[in-house]
């Protein structure tokens, strides 16, 4: 990581803080949470494909392992403790849908990570775990900050068949809905990618930029942190629970 991307991300931490301090004030609210308000917009989405690996695991009782791969948003900056990211959030309510489940959740993100970055570290980070499922979070850092490589597709595309050919269920997550990733045209480019990719490789997208989209155009705030880009803890919460949600639909 260059002395620059270390800059932002140190530089963007005590933001991030701040806001992940209001939205847990702001979630004691229950029912009437910015979370909670998020999740009324999923209604009608889904991953789009059938996880069936995931399914013979969930429903012969063995052990589900998740293999969640990303870069900031995986490792839940911007809140007070790992339990608050998105992808144990998705785990806690998959278990609350499923009481028998037996689940195993490796975080394997990385703070400002693009997607070479990601897929350089398929094998010693993902692969090597034997994944049942992989959730992997993808393409925010190259729309906003490191620019899309010309060959993005391509690479996206030879890596989820790596994670086929293993066996696993994959599960693409595109981008966060922020300022910062509308800044430029580049987030279009990045989720037609993400789309096609699971389109055309049969594989689950988790349509973030859609649901959150949904909710803030309906008025729903406090999901994302005051740096414009990160989300905040209610928006882990939304994306974290509309994803166990989608699994746990895709998965009977």
């Known amino acids: 990581m260059s002395r620059l991307f270390r800059a932002l ?4 931490l005590p933001l991030a803080f701040v806001c992940c301090t209001e939205s847990l004030a702001q979630g004691q609210t229950g029912s009437g949470s910015p979370a909670a308000a998020c ?16 399914k013979a695991k969930l429903q012969s009782g063995e052990m589900l392992k998740v293999v969640a791969l990303g870069s900031s948003s995986t490792t839940g900056f911007g809140v007070l403790s790992s339990t608050g990211a998105f992808p144990e959030v998705m785990k806690q309510e998959l278990i609350r ?3 028998s489940a037996k689940i195993e959740l490796i975080n394997s993100g990385r703070i400002m990570e693009n997607l070479g970055d990601n897929i350089a570290r398929l ?3 993902v692969l090597r ?3 049942d499922l992989v959730i992997w979070q993808l393409g925010s850092n190259d ?3 490191r620019g899309i490589a010309d060959n993005a597709k391509e690479t996206l595309t030879d890596a989820v068949k790596r994670l086929k050919a293993a066996n696993a269920d994959v599960v693409l997550m595109d981008l966060q809905y922020a300022p910062l990733v509308l800044l430029t045209t580049r987030h279009v480019r990045m989720e037609k990618i993400i789309t096609d990719v699971s389109r055309e490789q049969n594989v689950g997208q988790f ?5 959150m989209k949904r909710a803030v155009d309906g008025g729903v705030k406090g999901l994302v942190g005051l740096d414009g880009l ?6 882990h919460k939304c994306v974290g629970i509309a994803l166990a949600q989608m699994v746990d639909a895709a998965a009977q």
């Open 97 to 99: 849908l499923r009481p």
């Open 230 to 235: 990160h989300k905040s803890a209610e928006g």
């Open 143 to 145: 729309a906003v900050w």
């Open 39 to 54: 999740l009324a917009y999923q209604k009608g989405l889904s991953l789009g494909a059938s996880l069936g690996r995931t």
């Open 9 to 12: 991300a140190s530089s963007l």
């Open 123 to 125: 094998d010693s980070d």
């Open 129 to 131: 775990h034997k994944p």
């Open 207 to 211: 349509p973030r930029f859609l649901l």
